[in-house]
């Protein structure tokens, strides 16, 4: 059983990243339907608005509790979040508040060995109950819109693996924070067999998304891409052979490192070159920055792996 510290500490990093993550789905949903879907965005809009309020209790409690490792990761924010969050407001015309973006560059971390309080334990409780709430209901939504753009149903701007990529890491943030809340005492190597198998299939679909949404024209970065595309491929299935023990797990991890690093340096001249308007694609900034934070989040669980 994990102390009430790591607890939430450990619950709080996993809402800063996480519950960003899913607010920002909701954003991809709700301007991906056509005008007779008006109903399906406005659901989408209020499970952004949903995951705004997980992620500003989150920050509220997180000053001098969260390790200063994530708050320096790049994964709750980057450079880029705030501009990119402004010119996807004024593409799309939705209003995204950047208060919670001013307010994560202002946090500071706090020592793994710090006291923690009943009172607090408690607002973490309840703050995960609320986001696990939450979150089964945008599972329901995702899997039905997924269902209907399947059946031809529905139209979206949103590819079909997309929306079961997103639907993934929706369940993915629920099985983790129901493992905090049974105070689950998590065995190391096999987090990492889940994580890297994971991440490394996020990493090629985000490589696969990119290579579809640049401008035919892109074509140096079009094949940058398939090329990340396939090597995570391969990195995926590795970390699958890893899990079957057929693998050493270090050498995948070491692998995935190096190929993170070269992804997460992609994705971030991309997404300088979307907000400077010198890459032409149809990939809406926030995007580009919501990719480059996954990659972030990747990385320091990789170096994570490889220290222990």
Known sequence: ????????????????????????????????????????????????????????????????????????????????????????????????????????????????????NIKLVQKVYMLNHRAMELLTGIIQFKTKILKDVLACKMFTVNYPLLIDHILREAKFYLALIKRLQDKEEMDLEQVAFEQEFFWNRIMAEHSKFIRGLLDPTEEDLINTANNFGNEFDQLTQEAKDAMDKTLPLLKVTNDSLTATKDIRDFKAQGTQGILECKVKSIIIPLLGDHTLREANHYLRLLEMFGTK
């Open 1 to 116: 059983m994990i102390s009430s510290m790591d607890y939430v500490r450990q619950s709080l990093e996993l809402h800063l990243f996480f519950a960003r993550i899913m607010k920002e789905h909701s954003f991809f949903l709700e301007v991906g339907f056509t005008p007779k879907d008006t109903d399906f965005s406005q659901q989408a809009d209020a499970f952004r608005r949903g995951f705004h309020s997980i992620l500003a209790e989150a920050i509220s409690l997180s000053n001098g509790v969260v390790s200063p490792e994530v708050l320096k990761s790049g994964e709750v924010i980057t450079k880029y979040t705030l501009d990119a969050e402004k010119t996807s407001a004024f593409f799309t015309g939705v209003q995204i508040q950047t208060n919670l973006t001013l307010s994560e560059a202002n946090l500071v971390g706090g020592p793994k060995t710090a006291e923690t």
